[in-house]
């Protein structure tokens, strides 16, 4: 695993929040304060101090972008260069329980939009700026406003965003228009049936807000992928979902399948909600070829190749992001282990599929 | 309450059902008691509720289901405004005289047909001015493989302008020389041959004598073993329907993926020769419906399974809203915009027949040239009737959402584009193809979805795809 907040030694003064880029020497044009790697290989200068990480083996890469908390001597690392997810937590609310939900609602915010507009503006040309919850659009004005400055800033941005798109309405047409060339939406959809959707979620009403919140999406030509996680409560249904995917999502960038991921409130009853596609495939195989024979670019998520048919393999991704991915000591012995998205840190065999074969 | 939809259109598809379609072309199939509560109104709200889903009620005129479909039927009419297919003819000569030869072609030793240096020059700054970034051209003939010095300039200059575009040769395979080896081993140059069937057939048709059709076998023999069947795509001609199956067979025995089955074209020197069968569109389309259903049976028990490119190329249509590419049937069929011939003395044509059509003398067809550009004012006059959508029968029909428009066939076929739209061979054709593909959906024909599915999927499967369309 790769830690995203590490703890540091050292005393940096009685000053807010900022934010640092590492650079291999001290003289970047940045107007942020740039970090360095000291002759000893092991404590770091910032701001003519010295501070040392807690976590001794943790490298920081040149050209990486950091927010300094020193009252908590606290380090989020907001961006690497090297990796496949850089992803802002805005907050831990949601107005939805999704009873699979990885990361289960708290009360708390991480509403850092000033430190966040200045990091976001210094990542590289072209480079992905992830934004998920929790639900980001409960903050929907603020969000909206660091949105537009961040890509006037940084018009070569791509910001993904995860949102259960509960909260558009035609008031904000405008402002996702303004946003529809830098912003990919990520929204969940369970189900094609309202009643099966809203017990998914766990909210009454949910399908048909989400229904319009695309209704404004397809309105003001923002980019969409659609993610759909599998469950044993929505799989009996999923042929019907993915007609009513082929049918009504044409405009959408991709539909994303995804696997259930070992987390949060997925652990609760956990047999109950897996499905395991090495047993049933079927339901899912039909749901990929309805879509993506009428077009709809079809995508798997965190299946590992060897539980989907061989026919299905061409559209997995290797979606785990890196932090949290591993592969299991059978894995070695595969010879698709390089193209394959392998495993959640926390996926427990135990539990989880029949078989896992390998590739050969 | 009107829950009608003012654009849907309903046709009878067997003796028990309708078809319905939205001018999304979105379709249902409802049986005869249903159509008529639909109609008066008497449906349940969950009826209704599935009705929508399916695209076929509109609930309320704004809500996501109305939105959808207006972005769909918008998506349908869309069009690629850049040049993005060329097809050039190098040389006009051939050294073969197949019998329904298409374009008249000039003989392998006459002079004064083939592409000059200034042709040359002015065709690769063209591409440079107007074509897109992934422009693909295709080398036609006369036999393009009879200047082969020339195929590698223009790929070479084409490249370094344009370095995503891609190279399609058609020729005759009569000649495999080192230089056609050193453009076949490239990643963005592939071949396209006729292949009529089994050697007699295709030496009757083509090669006319064994010297040829053993040239002609060996050489396509060779590429298949060294490149695989992607590299080339293999076209046959229809000309003795009662022989059709034998050149299916020889398709499945070659393990090709693809068939594309077509009757003989009524142009070039086939006007001729061909003049009865060709007409006969009804002679046709039984022709071809029995072969689809040869090719359904045949991969529910062979290991090598083909597609048939006709149907896939209507299944697109009906099930891939952009899918609007194939010249021969898209909707709208603007002439002269992302589609282009150059013949051999640098003229302008909008389509390959077009070509033919002016080469024969029926009348001239040509949009202009390298030296002078595109003819704004012949282009404007042809493409007054480039689209379905004001076509008085097309209007009146269900699969317009689905079907195309073809000028210049039937400029070829009556002289004129002044005619009625049903009593067309394009649109008897392509009508008949609707039918079998909608009739045997609507029985759930279990040979045709899994040729279907496989079309679509590229991949077989068991599962069916066509769920959800029967309300009844």
């Not at chain 1, 903050?139 to 006037?152: A, C, D, G």
């Not at chain 2, 697109?316 to 013949?343: E, H, T, W």
Request: hydrophobic share 35%; proline share 4%; net charge negative.
């Amino acid at each position: 695993m790769i830690e995203l907040s590490i703890r540091f030694t050292g005393n940096l003064g009685d000053i807010p929040p900022f934010v640092s880029i590492v650079e291999e020497v001290e003289n970047s044009s940045n107007d942020v304060a740039i970090l360095t790697l000291n002759p000893d290989k092991r404590s770091y200068r910032i701001n003519d101090k010295e501070i040392v990480l807690d976590k001794a083996d943790v490298k920081l890469e040149v050209g990486e972008i950091l927010i300094f908390f020193p009252n908590k001597n606290l380090i989020q690392r907001f961006y690497r260069p090297s990796s496949n997810s850089n992803t802002i937590l805005l907050t831990e609310q949601c107005d939805q329980v999704c009873l699979m939900c990885s990361q289960p609602p708290k009360n708390k915010d991480y509403l850092h939009w000033d430190l966040y507009l200045k990091a976001a503006g210094i990542m590289p040309m072209g480079s992905i700026l992830g934004i998920s919850g929790g639900e980001p659009t409960l903050f929907k004005e603020e969000l909206f406003e660091f949105l537009i400055k961040t890509i006037e800033i940084n018009p070569s941005l791509l910001i993904h965003i995860l949102t259960n798109a509960q909260h558009f309405d035609d008031k904000d047409l405008e402002k996702l228009e303004i946003l529809n060339e830098n912003v990919l939406w990520g929204v969940p959809i369970y189900s094609d049936n309202a009643n099966e959707h809203d017990q998914i979620v766990g909210k009454d009403g949910a399908f048909d807000a989400l229904i319009e919140g695309f209704n404004c999406l397809l309105k003001s030509g923002s980019r969409v992928e659609l993610r759909t996680v599998l469950l044993q409560n929505n799989y009996p249904s999923f042929a019907k979902l993915s007609k009513f995917v082929a049918r009504h999502f044409v405009w959408i960038e991709k539909w994303a399948i995804m696997q259930l991921e070992p987390m949060g409130y997925a652990r609760i009853e956990w047999p109950l909600k897996f499905v395991d596609t090495t047993i049933a495939p079927e339901n899912l195989e039909n749901a990929v070829f309805t879509a993506s024979s009428c077009g709809i670019h079809t995508e798997l998520y965190n299946f590992p190749l060897c539980t989907v048919p061989f026919q299905l393999r061409k559209f997995c991704v290797k979606s785990i992001s890196d932090w949290k991915q591993k592969y299991l000591p059978n894995c070695d012995q595969c010879k698709s282990k390089n193209s394959c998205c392998g495993f959640f840190e926390w996926y427990d065999r135990q539990v989880g599929y029949k078989s896992i074969t390998g590739i050969t | 309450m009107s829950q009608t939809d003012t654009n849907i259109k309903i046709s009878k598809i067997t003796e028990h059902s309708n078809l319905l379609v939205n001018n999304a072309g979105d379709y249902i199939f409802m049986n005869n008691d249903n159509l008529d509560n639909f109609i008066k109104n008497k449906l349940s709200e969950n009826d209704i509720n599935w009705l929508e889903n399916a695209g076929i009620v509109i609930k309320e005129e704004g809500n996501f289901f109305s939105t959808s479909r207006d972005f769909k039927s918008s998506l349908r009419l869309h069009t690629r405004k850049k040049l993005n297919y060329l097809i050039i003819i190098p040389t006009l000569r051939c050294n073969l005289t197949c019998s329904y030869c298409q374009v008249s072609r000039a003989d392998e030793k006459a002079s004064g047909y083939d592409w000059d240096e200034d042709i040359t020059r002015s065709f690769i700054k063209y591409v440079e001015k107007y074509a897109s970034d992934d422009v693909k051209i295709e080398f036609q003939g006369g036999e393009p493989s009879l200047r082969l010095d020339l195929v590698l300039k223009i790929v070479n200059e084409i490249k370094i302008i344009k370095p995503n575009a891609t190279f399609v040769i058609c020729s005759n395979l009569s000649i495999m020389s080192s230089e056609f080896i050193e453009l076949l081993d490239r990643d963005d140059f592939f071949v396209s041959s006729s292949l009529d069937g089994p050697p007699d057939i295709h030496e009757s048709n083509r090669t006319q004598n064994t010297q040829n059709t053993d040239t002609f076998f060996n050489n396509l023999e060779f590429i298949l073993l060294k490149y695989g069947t992607n590299k080339i795509s293999l076209l046959p001609t229809i000309s003795d329907y009662s022989r059709i199956n034998e050149t299916i067979d020889y398709f499945y025995a070659k393990k090709l993926p693809e068939i594309f089955l077509r009757p003989v074209n009524y142009q070039g020197f086939a006007r001729k020769k061909f003049n009865d069968i060709s007409q006969d569109a009804q002679n046709w389309n039984e022709t071809y419906n029995k072969a689809l259903e040869y090719i359904a049976h045949k991969n529910s028990t062979n290991k090598h399974q083909i597609v048939e490119t006709g149907l896939l190329i209507h299944l697109n249509r009906i099930f891939k809203q952009r899918s609007n590419n194939y010249v021969d049937l898209r909707n709208p069929n603007l002439l002269g915009q992302d589609y282009l011939v150059i013949d051999f003395d640098g003229k302008f044509y909008p389509s390959d027949e077009a070509r033919m059509l002016s080469r024969i003398g029926l009348i001239d067809l040509s949009i202009g040239s390298l030296n002078n550009g595109i003819d704004e004012r012949k282009i404007n006059q042809l493409n007054t009737k480039s689209s379905n959508t004001e076509d008085p029968c097309c209007n009146e029909c269900s699969y317009q959402p689905f079907c195309g428009v073809d000028i210049i066939d039937n400029i070829s076929r009556y002289g004129t584009t002044d005619i009625k739209t049903l009593d067309t061979y394009f649109c008897n054709i392509n009508m008949s193809v609707f039918d079998y593909i909608f009739k045997n959906l609507s029985n759930r024909n279990e040979y045709f979805i899994n040729l279907a599915t496989l079309c679509l999927s590229k991949q077989s499967s068991s599962t069916s795809i066509f769920g959800g369309h029967h309300f009844d």
